[in-house]
T-cell receptor
Framework: AQSVTQLGSHVSVSEGALVLLRCNYS??????LFWYVQYPNQGLQLLLK??????LVKGINGFEAEFKKSETSFHLTKPSAHMSDAAEYFC?????????FGQGTELSVKP | DVKVTQSSRYLVKRTGEKVFLECVQD?????MFWYRQDPGLGLRLIYF???????EKGDIPEGYSVSREKKERFSLILESASTNQTSMYLC??????????????FGSGTRLTVV
């Protein structure tokens, strides 16, 4: 069975700094990978997804992620953090019609 | 705008009550899912459905059941609520077939407290 590991349950950055949220997956076949964001008291919103093709995927709000098969990673980045990026972020892998989620990473942005 | 609507944002129920959580989607999606979300555990799949009247157990089905009588509606039932079922419950839907690889649409969640 596939699994997803997010390194760091909480990440804190300063406004304007680089955001890096780490995600590793276990899969014996090419995966479909997703990042979702959850703002306080809301459901999950799709940030970006990798299915096939280009390994660098651009999403909403300036986020992007790179699929690295050799490292089984799909890390999420944003060059410059904004206060509005404070939220919880979930990495997920698609398996058999279901999404398997990581534990989540809470991002805090300091002024 | 496409939507997944969960009928309640907050619920407080007593131990032993039968609880119904309702979810409706307007996207004509084949697939619907119920997850619960707990701090440090991420989202865990309770039940899912690929079609009307079909249901499949997820990773943590104990203490729950589901009903899907119509394509647009997927109900989660707590037969006898217990305090360890206090959680955030999230409903989601996705297209069927290959398009299911393109991700889910989530509802806003129902925060259930069992006292």
């Amino acid at each position: 069975a596939q699994s997803v590991t997010q390194l760091g349950s909480h990440v804190s950055v300063s406004e304007g700094a680089l955001v890096l949220l780490r995600c590793n997956y276990s899969s014996s076949v090419p995966p479909y990978l997703f990042w979702y964001v959850q703002y306080p008291n809301q459901g999950l919103q799709l940030l970006l997804k990798y299915t096939t093709g280009a390994t660098l995927v651009k999403g909403i709000n300036g986020f992007e992620a790179e699929f690295k098969k050799s490292e089984t990673s799909f890390h999420l980045t944003k060059p410059s953090a904004h206060m509005s990026d404070a939220a919880e972020y979930f990495c997920a892998v698609h398996q058999g019609g279901k999404l398997i989620f990581g534990q989540g990473t809470e991002l805090s942005v300091k002024p | 705008d496409v939507k997944v609507t969960q009928s309640s944002r907050y619920l407080v129920k007593r131990t032993g009550e039968k609880v119904f959580l309702e979810c409706v989607q307007d996207m004509d999606h084949e697939n619907m899912f119920w997850y619960r979300q707990d701090p440090g555990l991420g989202l865990r799949l309770i039940y899912f459905s690929y079609d009307v009247k079909m249901k499949e157990k997820g990773d943590i089905p104990e203490g729950y059941s589901v009903s899907r009588e119509k394509k647009e509606r997927f109900s989660l039932i707590l037969e006898s609520a217990s305090t360890n079922q206090t959680s955030m419950y999230l409903c989601a839907s996705s297209p069927g077939g290959f398009e299911t690889n393109y991700g889910y649409t989530f509802g806003s969640g129902t925060r259930l407290t069992v006292v």
